[in-house]
Every structure is written in structure tokens, then in C-alpha cells.
Nanobody, 125 residues
Framework: QVQLVESGGGSVQAGGSLRLSCEVS????????MGWFRQDPGKEREGVAA???????LYADSVKGRFTISKDVANDTLLLQMNSLKPEDTAMYYC???????????????????WGQGIQVTVSS
């Protein structure tokens, strides 16, 4: 059974940094892809960043140059380093995993069958 558990969220002022972690169990990353998504109340869940098992990454335009997705292989943890945070980055952030990965679908919500419970990130101005 695949389990994804996010941690590291919280509140920060604009310009600050946070690092999100997603502890993974029951999932073999070397055969798939993982991603970070975020959702504001009343809005669609949007893809933020994705990482394929061969190391290829993809970012939403809104976070390019500020966010970095990576994998801590030793600890089976997916990471999202978020720098230069803006108030518009405020959202619930979710970790997701999939075995069927297409490069054109990496930031699409419906491409991922496995999800964490989400963690709140709040950026104040």
C-alpha cells in the first residue's frame, strides 16, 4: 500500500524559505514519477513541480527559479525547497506519486493515483 506523508509546512513572511518533505512508503520511485501540487480553497489543484525517476524535472512557470524538487534516496523522501516565497504561494501542498508517467502529463492532477493528505503553507506580505 502506497503511503505519502507531507511535513515541513508552516507560516513564513514573503521572501522567506520553506522545505517540504514527503515521506514515501510502499512505492518504488525508480519505476515512476512524483510531484508536488497545491490548492487554494475554491480553486483547482495545480501542479507545481515533478520529478521523473531518471532525474528529469518539470516546474510550473509560476515557481521556476524559486522552487526545487529533489529526492532523498537514502531516506525515501521527496523534497520541495521553496525560496523567495510570495503571498500567492499560499496554499495546501500535496505530494503525489505515479507509475505511469508521461512527460506531457507530469503536472496534471489526474496523472497521479497516489496522494498525501496535504500540508498548509502560508506566506504573509
Amino acid at each position: 500500500q502506497v503511503q505519502l506523508v507531507e511535513s515541513g509546512g508552516g507560516s513564513v513572511q514573503a521572501g522567506g524559505s520553506l522545505r517540504l518533505s514527503c515521506e514515501v512508503s510502499g512505492y518504488t520511485f525508480r519505476r515512476g514519477c512524483m510531484g508536488w501540487f497545491r490548492q487554494d480553497p475554491g480553486k483547482e489543484r495545480e501542479g507545481v513541480a515533478a520529478l521523473v525517476s531518471d532525474g528529469w524535472t518539470l516546474y510550473a512557470d509560476s515557481v521556476k527559479g524559486r522552487f526545487t524538487i529533489s529526492k532523498d534516496v537514502a531516506n525515501d523522501t521527496l523534497l520541495l525547497q521553496m525560496n523567495s516565497l510570495k503571498p500567492e504561494d499560499t496554499a495546501m501542498y500535496y505530494c503525489a506519486a505515479s507509475y505511469g508517467c508521461s512527460t506531457s502529463d507530469l503536472l496534471r492532477r489526474d496523472a497521479y493515483p497516489y496522494w498525501g493528505q496535504g500540508i498548509q503553507v502560508t506566506v504573509s506580505s
